[in-house]
């Protein structure tokens, strides 16, 4: 297989805000007196390459005796030149980025037990994917993640339901329907829970449902989705008898040709949300022949998790092997960095889907389904 995975340049703004104010602190004393003005230190390099949102860990230089260095662990909720703010379990804290001495991003913790790809909460798991599938335009209500990009996919047209929203529910549902008023598109929102749970168990899709929402909104494809996971490990290698596949780090024209063969794509909206992850690879299989794409996937690349979307073989190759070469590839790149786990989302309603990546050994870890209010 040719080709690597890559991270995109640092976001340096938070991708979401929150309508509270939480209170900050500022651990330690700074010793390099400040960072105004200095912002090409070692510890903005250090920090520079951060996902805002995911969970990290940052070593800080700290004043005093005792301790000269500090660890802090917890979610980077925003960055500038100057600081980063992390919220650890006990407390936010404001970090001066001159005295950084090391960062770098950690997989979601483990909630429960298990092995890799199960011991992750479904919360932890959806903010984790949502980076998988960035949406152009983001915002926040306290931990839930509001997301348009102009109707390509649910996923990026919705608010993600995760955690407390810091409204009660109804102004929390108030506030999104707004959100999405401004930007001229209906208000949607991804709502998870156990396999098989009853949709109206969850508390925000029973207001929801209260207010005439339903599940898919008329799309089965939507109704229950399916987010399955699996071991790296335990995916069989690419061998000298696999097809060769092509790893491109950008999306090429072909490659994006051959996705809009399967699917709508909204011009500039669809290339944006693919290529929008931290780190993302293009997949993809040729005929041997005519040299044209007959199957392809994106993975996505996160600390300790790879993610796989748009997985799909053109009709006239399945059943030759060429979906699970590709899963192949995707876990071969996987293992290599340091990513024992992979998810993938798929439609209940998509019976050989489901099947195939069963057959792979993948397992349900949560299920979500769309809430979405019918065209008034
Ligand atoms: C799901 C999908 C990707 C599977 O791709 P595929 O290339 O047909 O998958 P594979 O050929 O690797 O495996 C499918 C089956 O073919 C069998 N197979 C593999 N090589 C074969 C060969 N040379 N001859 C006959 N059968 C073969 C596999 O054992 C597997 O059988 P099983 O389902 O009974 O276990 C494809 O059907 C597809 O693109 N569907 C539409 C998009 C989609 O649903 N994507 C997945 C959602 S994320």
């Known amino acids: 297989m040719t080709g690597d995975p890559t991270h995109g340049p640092a976001d340096e703004t938070a991708s979401t805000g929150t309508p509270q104010a939480a209170g900050e602190s500022r651990p330690g004393a700074p010793s390099g007196g400040g960072a105004a003005g200095a912002q090409d230190t070692e510890g903005h390099r250090a920090s520079a390459g951060l996902t805002v949102g995911g969970r990290v860990v940052v070593r800080y230089r700290l004043e005093g005796a005792g301790a000269s260095a500090t660890d802090f662990l917890g979610e980077l909720v925003a960055r500038n030149d100057d600081f980063l703010v992390v919220d650890t379990?006990?407390?936010r804290v404001k970090l001066i980025r001159a005295d950084v001495i090391a960062a770098k991003d950690v997989p979601p913790p483990a909630s429960r037990p298990g092995r890799a790809h199960e011991r992750v909460s479904a919360d932890d798991l959806e903010k984790l994917m949502a980076g998988g599938w960035q949406a152009l335009d983001r915002g926040g209500l306290g931990d839930w993640v509001l997301r348009a990009s102009e109707g390509f996919t649910g996923r990026a047209n919705s608010a993600l339901v995760v955690g407390d929203p810091s409204l009660p529910l109804d102004k929390a549902i108030d506030f999104v329907e707004r959100w999405y008023a401004e930007r001229g598109l209906?208000?949607?929102?991804q709502v998870h829970g156990q396999p098989g749970f009853e949709i109206s168990s969850d508390p925000t899709a029973a207001v929801l449902l209260d207010r005439g929402y339903t599940p898919g909104g008329g799309r089965p494809q939507w109704e229950r989705v399916l987010v399955m996971t699996g071991l790296s490990a335990a995916v069989a290698p690419l061998t000298q008898e696999s097809v060769p596949v092509t790893a491109d780090a950008e999306l090429q024209l072909e490659w994006l040709m051959a996705y809009g063969e399967q699917r709508s794509i909204v011009p500039g909206a669809t290339e944006a949300v693919l290529t929008g992850s931290e780190g993302q690879l293009f997949l993809s299989?040729?005929?041997p022949?005519?040299?044209?794409?007959?199957?392809?996937a994106r993975m996505a690349i996160h600390p300790g998790w790879a993610g796989v979307f748009g997985l799909w073989v053109h009709p006239d190759h399945r059943h030759e092997g060429l979906g699970?070469?590709?899963?192949?590839a995707v876990a071969m790149v996987a293992r290599e960095n340091n990513m024992p786990a992979i998810y993938l989302q798929v439609s209940a309603d998509n019976a050989e889907g489901v099947a195939f990546w069963e057959g792979l050994g993948f397992?349900?870890?949560?299920?979500y389904t769309y809430l979405v209010r019918p065209v008034s």
């Not at 699970?324 to 192949?328: I, Q």
């Open 89 to 91: 379990r006990s407390e």
């Open 186 to 189: 209906p208000p949607m929102f």
């Open 285 to 287: 299989v040729r005929d």
């Open 289 to 296: 022949g005519s040299r044209r794409i007959t199957a392809l």
């Open 324 to 328: 699970s070469t590709l899963v192949s």
């Open 363 to 367: 397992t349900v870890h949560h299920e």
